[in-house]
């Protein structure tokens, strides 16, 4: 539950007359309501109200949303209230007769007095518009329809603008219980009910006038608000609570992961094994795999050459039997897809961006294609094969899966792909380029910036330097590390 869903609960409990229990010995709210009602009769024969101001709409019992304590009673907002006038119309000035309070100028249920801007008007309307202690205002249009303010106090003369209500009652009325009543539920479903339709939302004073509202005994109203005052603050570091808690939850899976695979190309996330074939094993097996290539004419002679490791370079200490290593030693081919931008069709062999993969997984909602003879002329800079490394280069930068898909597609620059020479390394170069080691090397490589977009040069990425395990240990971290990712998934 939220800070805000608790205290709606809160107000929601309070008008039901739930939250605190009643005293038989409280006046009736029926004896309140007669007393307001001497008073508008007195409002009447003084000529401040109107006789029709006395009419009252009967409520019919569909139309009570909830039962009410016996010595409560139902009433409609235009019973209370002896006045719901608009605000008043005039252009914001930084001089003039008077300030007026704007929609915007109300934060936080306060006004932002500095703020307030003057306007002009007439000195016999003044009495009209004027702000009074406990007046309150209603946002009658916009994104703000049915927000309240109490006034609770007023530091300057001040009137109020056309987008606002100001609605003014018995004096016998306990003021916050009826701003209470306006941030509960049953208010915003009447609001909602009363609202008209149209491309800004606007609701009048006599949506505001009908509303029905379960008013309390005057001796509950207050015990009702001095139970509000006491809970709102505690409410209040709740939300706040909650908030943080939230931001963990988000955080949490995705910290967890990255530690994860901190620990795995440390060393530290699985134990070694002294019967295992050492990395430089591995590497001697790729460099002769790499040698064959180039007797082959698939490599040339320079792909054999390598730029020797300093200790200045390597991050971290790693296990004995592990290799630091460039990662162009691993691989056969480091390429990118076409630098220019192809004809999309509607159908046809789909073509692959930084959108598709940047996810961490092959995210197809958003596909492009190109037709299938395009596609064969992309294929003659780099045709993907399963088992290769997609990278993103351009953009969002370092995400890497593995193609493990069998249907065949083209790629655009913004990904780099990795041919790996023995693909039973694959899945651990993917592990390690999604590290935070691995993030940190392109962090510290990666080019842009400002107005322009961040890129990995394909240059740079053979120099990428890799901790790498005994193969035997490689596939112990790789299936380690799926274990625990399919438990932080399901924490989500």
């Known amino acids: 539950m939220t800070g805000k869903q608790l205290k709606n609960a809160i107000l929601q409990l309070a008008i039901q007359g739930k939250l605190i229990p009643q005293d038989a010995a409280d006046e009736p709210a029926s004896a309140l309501l007669a007393r307001i009602r001497k008073e508008k009769e007195q409002l009447v024969k003084a000529g401040k109200l109107k006789k029709k101001d006395l009419e009252t709409t009967p409520i019919s019992d569909e139309e009570k949303p909830f039962e009410i304590p016996e010595s409560w009673e139902w009433c409609r907002w235009g019973d209370l209230s002896f006045s719901i006038q608009y605000g008043y119309n005039a252009s914001a000035q930084t001089s003039g007769d ?12 306060e006004v932002l007095w500095n703020s307030v801007p003057y306007c002009k008007i007439n000195a016999d309307e003044i009495d009209t518009y004027l702000l009074e202690e406990n007046d309150i205002l209603f946002a009658r249009t916009g994104g703000t329809v049915g927000k309240s303010f109490l006034v609770k106090k007023v530091p300057y003369p001040a009137i109020y603008a056309g987008y606002l209500i100001r609605t003014r009652y018995s004096k016998n009325l306990i003021p916050q219980y009826l701003k209470s009543f306006m941030e509960s539920s049953i208010y915003w479903d009447q609001l909602r009910d009363g609202t008209i339709a149209t491309a800004q939302p606007n609701c009048n004073g006599k949506t505001l006038s009908k509303m029905l509202i379960p008013l309390p005994p005057l001796a509950e109203q207050h015990r009702i608000v001095a139970k509000i005052e006491e809970l709102m603050p505690l409410v209040e570091e709740y939300g706040v609570a909650q908030e943080k808690l939230n931001q963990l939850n988000e955080a949490l899976p995705e910290a967890l992961k990255k530690s994860i695979l901190q620990q795995a190309i440390q060393g530290e996330l699985v134990p070694q094994d002294a019967n295992d074939e050492p990395a430089s094993a591995l590497l001697a097996q790729i460099r002769k795999e790499k040698e064959q290539l180039v007797k082959a004419g698939k490599l040339k002679k ?20 592990w290799e630091w290593v460039r990662l162009g030693e691993l691989l056969s081919t480091v390429s990118d897809g076409t630098h220019k931008t192809p004809t999309y069709v509607e159908k046809g062999i789909p073509f692959l961006s930084v959108q598709n993969i940047s996810s961490g997984t092959l995210n197809l909602t958003k596909i492009k ?7 064969r002329k992309l294929c003659e800079r780099i045709q993907p094969q399963i088992g290769d490394i997609l990278v993103c280069r351009i953009g969002t930068l370092g995400k890497a899966i593995e193609i493990n898909w069998d249907f065949e597609f083209s790629i655009f620059v913004s990904l780099g792909l990795l041919r790996p020479i023995d693909k039973d390394v694959n899945a651990y170069i993917v592990f390690f380029i999604n590290s935070p080691a691995g993030h940190a090397w392109i962090d510290k490589v990666k080019v842009g910036g400002g107005t322009h977009t961040y890129k990995i040069n394909l240059s740079d990425f053979p120099n990428m330097l890799i901790p790498l395990p005994p193969l035997a240990e490689q596939h112990r971290i790789v299936s380690k590390i799926e274990e625990l990712m399919a438990m932080v998934d399901g924490m989500k």
């Open 369 to 375: 294609y190109v037709s299938e003879n395009e596609h």
């Open 98 to 109: 008077i300030r007026m309070v704007r929609i915007s100028d109300i934060q936080n249920n």
């Open 302 to 321: 320079k792909d054999l050459e390598t730029t020797p490791i300093t200790d200045e370079e390597k991050p971290f200490e790693i296990p004995e039997r």
